[in-house]
């Protein structure tokens, strides 16, 4: 249903704002107005967005609360909605109300005329939309087609390469193609490529690998050479006899002199005697130093020996490549041969160390070379040999883990790689889907169009009677009555035997009505629910005599309640209290629950009465939408309510907001003062000129000259822009005027409505 609506830019006499946020309309809508507050132009706006063709740029709010922006010439939300005004009288039932010398029938719409012509040409229309529907409807068929293809492809690469690995978990029950629709939906951008999916289906093909034996630490003589290079440079003559060891210069002279001793008694150089026990002395440190510089000649040679046995044997320790994973292999058998390539070059190495070894075993007083044993002090590279086997076994004892690592590589590679395909053919079965609602939706128009033109060039007698009963009731007598024209394609309207000619206002603006509401009954059948109907109508009682307004407003309102939402827009202050009257009950329990703070009736409630009036914004004439003044719903005369807003007005000078209305209200309180006062006068200006005459010097001929350029008659809703200064002076006058001819009505008057006569002085 329909809450409000707004204006996005200035439109005639509405700007944006003009109707406040916290007044919605009702399930049940009674707008007021008096000519020039704008209400003819709000109607002729609802009646543009119900013909599809907005006049302004609006913001729709419906009674859910969701705001909608609709353009000028667009359609309106909701397309149930119908208008009645002036100008839909004017294009639907022109030739129904005609001239004095014409019998008023009905074409039902501007559309009837040549309406088979145009039927044809829809009908047509309807055949190519059914066509571009139907070619629609195949594009998208094709397009789900592949999307669904795909979908199941992929299920059954999941199912083929993975069901061997684990044949209850991969199964097309499990992964059903909506499931696998699901997955490949999710966007993917880091899935495994093609080389990682390889390698986890090889691996997964391999047998479950077993634990290998842990890489021996090689053997090392870093500690036991270090002694090598002093060894086989030391001779026996170079060892230190202990009393000469703080002498190094006579040491060496000792073990010169022995030399030229051999075979002497006495001392060249000291002449002394050289005993044999001197000489055994000497011989026996030599001797010493020999056998020792051989013993720890020969312990070393045999350490060596040991090593470079164990270091032989060492590399046929280490397992073998082919017994590791598959995924170390390479660079475990890599690092073996680069291992094994050092082992060698150590052997070498050992090999010379135990000939120069040899070599001083069997002289000790000889000095060989110290060999190179720089590969010898540091342990063998043997770090990536025990991290392979250590990843080996790791490998092994998580085996179950690995295994499901492997097959979800597998499982999102295949959903992956397909992933952004899939996406690609969904929207492309999205677009198809779109476009088969818009030549759907483009079809069920066209069908809707030429179901209107049926409509519209709809008669049966059912209908004439129907609308014959109406202006029965309206007008307590039959003295109009509708029948079908010969042709069938129309309605007459005939005052007894004879055509209906020179239909007066009142008559042409009830026939109106009355066809407007029994046409949306007829098309209920077609169209809408009446519940989902939204009816506006603009000023049903245009010029109704009193019997007339009343037996209106009793069918209006038995009529109106079949509908989902009703809106009446009157400047009849009788219709207005009728309507108050009628939905007296209905409003009391809204106000009940609105003052409880009912969230649902405050944001549409069951009833509303709202009040539209002309108001000054920045000094330019626009119009205000508000609730129903108080002073509105407790007047019972139109009367009191107009006398007691112009008092109002004299007032409060400082309130401008309904100056355009005073004017024309202070006129309308001076017609009945004047229709009571000067009956014998045909007119009010003529019963006005009486009265001002009447009076000595006539004080108030101002009064009569006002009256004489501001009317409140029918026709575009114009008013002078007026400074309020003289609005004001305007005004006073007329109520002193009238306070001059009656003084008596006047203080009683003011003391009906409640307000101080001395607001005047």
Request: aromatic share 6%; charged share 25%; net charge negative.
């Amino acid at each position: 249903m329909f809450r409000r609506l707004d204006v996005k830019n200035p439109w005639r006499s509405l700007a944006p704002g003009f109707w406040p946020p916290d007044v919605p309309l009702g399930k049940g809508t009674v707008i007021y107005g008096h000519n020039g507050s704008g209400k003819s132009t709000l109607a002729e706006l609802l009646l543009d967005l119900s013909q599809n063709s907005a006049a302004a740029e609006v913001v729709w709010e419906p009674s859910n609360g969701k705001k909608q922006a609709v353009r000028p010439g667009a359609s309106c939300p909701s397309p149930d909605m119908a208008v009645f005004t002036r100008k839909w009288v004017q294009a639907n039932l022109n030739q129904f109300l005609a001239g004095e010398n014409a019998d008023a029938i009905v074409t039902l719409g501007e559309e009837a005329i040549g309406a088979k012509e145009e039927e044809e040409r829809l009908e047509g229309e309807n055949e190519r939309l059914r066509g571009a529907a139907e070619k629609a409807e195949g594009t998208k068929t094709k397009a789900d087609t592949k999307v669904t293809a795909l979908a199941r492809a992929v299920q059954d690469r999941l199912v083929t390469e993975l069901q061997r690995f684990d044949h209850n978990h991969y199964t097309k029950n499990r992964y059903s193609v909506g499931k696998v629709s699901e997955l490949l939906r999710a966007p993917r951008s880091d899935f495994p490529d093609l080389a990682a999916h390889t390698d986890a289906l090889v691996r997964l093909g391999e047998d479950a690998p077993s634990a290998v034996a842990a890489v021996a630490v090689a053997p090392a003589l870093a500690d036991e050479l270090s002694p090598l290079e002093e060894l086989l440079g030391r001779t026996p003559t170079s060892v230190i006899l202990t009393e000469l060891e703080a002498d190094p210069a006579a040491q060496s002279w000792v073990e010169r002199g022995q030399a030229l001793h051999i075979e002497r008694n006495q001392c060249l150089f000291c002449e002394g005697a050289i005993g044999e026990q001197r000489r055994q002395q000497l011989a026996r440190h030599f001797d010493e130093s020999w056998l020792q510089i051989r013993s720890e000649s020969q312990q070393l040679l045999d350490t060596v020996a040991r090593h470079r046995t164990v270091l032989t044997a060492w590399p046929a320790s280490l397992p073998a490549p082919e017994a590791l994973a598959s995924d170390l292999r390479a660079a475990y058998g890599q690092a073996v041969q680069v291992t094994k390539s050092e082992v060698q070059a150590r052997l070498k190495q050992l090999e010379q160390i135990e000939i120069s070894l040899g070599e001083k075993i069997k002289d000790p007083a000889s000095t060989p070379p110290a060999p190179d044993v720089s590969g010898l002090t540091t342990p063998l590279p043997i770090t990536l040999l025990m991290e392979a086997v250590a990843e080996h076994n790791e490998q092994v004892q998580r085996q179950d883990e690995l295994r499901a690592e492997r097959l979800e590589v597998v499982f999102n590679h295949i959903v992956g790689s397909e992933s952004r395909n899939f996406r690609d053919r969904e929207k492309e079965a999205v677009i198809a889907e779109d476009d088969l609602d818009a030549a759907t939706k483009a079809a069920k128009l066209a069908e809707r169009a030429l179901e209107r033109l049926k409509q519209a060039s709809f008669t049966e007698k059912k209908m004439a009677d129907q609308l014959t009963a109406d202006l029965a009731r309206v007008y307590g007598k039959h003295h109009l009555t509708i029948e079908v024209t010969d042709d069938g394609k129309s309605y007459s309207c005939r005052r007894g035997d004879e055509p209906a000619t020179n239909l007066s206002e009142g008559e042409r603006t009830t026939l109106s009505l009355l066809y407007f509401l029994r046409n949306l009954e007829d098309q209920q059948t077609r169209g809408a629910e009446p519940t989902d109907r939204i009816v506006v109508i603009d000023d049903p009682s245009s010029s109704l005599d009193r019997e007339s307004l009343f037996a209106t407003h009793q069918w209006l309102v038995s009529t109106l309640q079949k509908f989902g939402q009703y809106i009446v827009l009157t400047h009849d202050f009788n219709l207005l209290r009728l309507f108050i009257s009628s939905h007296r009950s209905k409003w009391n329990d809204s106000a009940s629950q609105i003052g409880k703070q009912n969230a649902d009736e405050l944001h549409f409630p069951r009833v509303s009465f709202l009040e539209l009036f002309a108001a000054t914004v920045d000094g330019e004439r626009t119009s205000k939408l508000g609730q129903l003044p108080s002073l509105l719903r407790n007047n019972t005369t139109e009367y009191g309510y107009l006398f007691l807003m112009v008092m109002k007005g004299i007032e409060q000078p400082d309130d401008h907001e309904r100056l355009f209305l005073l004017p024309n209200a202070a006129r309308r309180v001076l017609e009945v003062f004047a229709s009571y006062k000067a009956p014998h006068r045909p007119n009010f200006l003529q019963q006005l000129e009486w009265l001002v005459k009447e009076q000595p010097s006539e004080p108030h001929r101002d009064v009569f000259d006002f009256c004489n350029r501001f009317s409140h008659g029918e026709g575009p809703e114009t008013v002078e822009v007026l400074d309020a200064r003289t609005v004001q002076g305007d005004i006073r006058r007329c109520m002193q005027f009238l306070r001059s001819v009656d003084d008596d009505h006047f203080n009683k008057m003011c003391e009906a409505v409640k307000i101080d006569p001395a607001v005047l002085e």
